[in-house]
């Protein structure tokens, strides 16, 4: 047995981060407050599957998709040395194997394109809203995050194969990868010559970068914060068209917080999701954590319009069944930043 080159350093690379951002974007899933950062993250995977894609065409021996991309005829073989134990070996992936990975970088490329266009639609009045319906966009959310949670299984199907590979064929086959080296008994195929793999490189590196700063262009911009009064200034100007003596109230905004209705049957108020005190995080019905109202509490409230409108628009309508007026957007506004600091 000898001592083989298998894995190349980029291939190598790309199979330590993506558990490291995978992880990272399913800790970034769920809390609103955290897109930002799961969209990064999502792009720099787009980015690390797109370049190893490439490589896959442009790489190292085992690198390549022609290497390990299996015929029916050679995965039924396999298959049955498998069933009897005697896997045939494979210095690259396996025929098993390979259809795994190949299975995974799909589920990748489909997950982070749909969360893309997710991120980039209605929901977060991304670019794409205009040519998005709301249904539409729902679909392609429901791929994403069915995709996102069929991944865990494939990848422990994935290490459950290493695992059994390892044993079958006894060598350490995860610790291949980090090493690049396994054991075979023939010595290593010819490589490509280094300049075709250092051009590779160049290539993979420059299509995961163009099409991190393609999909980059289709993202909300971040607003640029802005201050709770000048939000309250908007309001209160929009409702003296109407009334030019109007003037915020903040116990007029806080009867709005208070006054329960009845929706669907059930009494529902503000109160319900932000608490008795906007001061204090709540929650909602289905158990997401909402931070503090107040401003003097939580600074992000009343700074970014886009949000502070996506929010009156959502939660009147489930609340008064009807949309707020700017005078009611505005005393409300006007509740939320008379409430003081912490309880
Ligand atoms: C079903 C639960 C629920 C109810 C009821 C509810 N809200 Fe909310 N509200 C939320 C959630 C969730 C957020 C945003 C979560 C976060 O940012 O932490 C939010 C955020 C807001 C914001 C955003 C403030 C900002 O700029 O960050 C406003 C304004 C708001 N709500 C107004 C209201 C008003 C007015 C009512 C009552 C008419 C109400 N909400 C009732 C769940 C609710």
């Known amino acids: 047995m000898e001592r083989t080159k298998v894995w190349d350093l980029p291939v190598r690379l790309f199979h330590a981060a993506l558990p490291v951002l995978i992880v990272a974007l399913f800790l970034t899933s769920e809390d609103e407050d955290f897109v930002s950062w799961h969209a990064r993250l999502g792009i720099a995977v787009l980015a690390l599957v797109v370049a190893r894609i ?4 442009f790489g190292s ?15 039924l073989h396999y298959a049955r040395g498998y069933l009897r134990g005697e896997p045939e ?3 690259g992936h396996n025929p098993i194997g390979a259809l795994m990975v190949m299975a995974m970088l799909a589920a990748l490329l489909l997950i982070t394109l749909t969360g893309v266009v997710t991120y980039a639609g209605p929901e977060w009045e991304g670019p794409l809203s205009p040519w998005l319906s709301a249904g539409v966009a729902d679909s392609i959310k429901e791929v994403h995050e069915g995709l996102a949670e069929l991944l865990p299984w494939m990848i422990a199907a994935h290490v459950a194969g290493v695992l059994l590979s390892s044993k079958l064929e006894r060598q350490n086959l995860p610790l291949s990868m980090v090493t690049g080296y396994k054991h075979a008994a023939a010595a290593a195929p010819p490589e490509p010559a280094v300049w075709v793999r250092g051009v590779g490189l160049v290539a993979a590196a420059l299509l995961g970068i163009a099409a991190a700063l393609a999909v980059a262009t289709l993202l909300p911009r971040d607003a640029k914060a802005i201050d709770p009064t000048t939000i309250l200034g908007g309001y209160t100007n929009e409702a003296r068209a109407a009334d030019p003596a109007f003037a915020p109230s903040a116990a007029r905004g806080e009867t709005l917080y208070r006054t329960e209705h009845v929706q669907d049957g059930k009494p529902v108020s503000c109160v319900t999701c932000h608490t008795d005190d906007p001061r204090i995080a709540g929650r909602t019905p289905a158990g997401k954590v909402v931070d503090p109202l107040a401003p003097s509490v939580d600074p992000k409230r009343f700074t970014d319009l886009a949000k502070t409108e996506k929010w009156f628009g959502r939660n009147c309508k489930q609340v008064l069944g009807r949309p707020c007026t700017a005078a009611e957007k505005a005393d409300f506004t006007a509740f939320a930043l008379a409430a003081g600091g912490a309880r």
């Open 54 to 57: 490439a490589w896959g065409f």
């Open 61 to 75: 021996r085992h690198a390549r998709f022609s290497d390990f991309v299996p015929s029916p005829a050679g995965l």
């Open 89 to 91: 070996p494979h210095l």
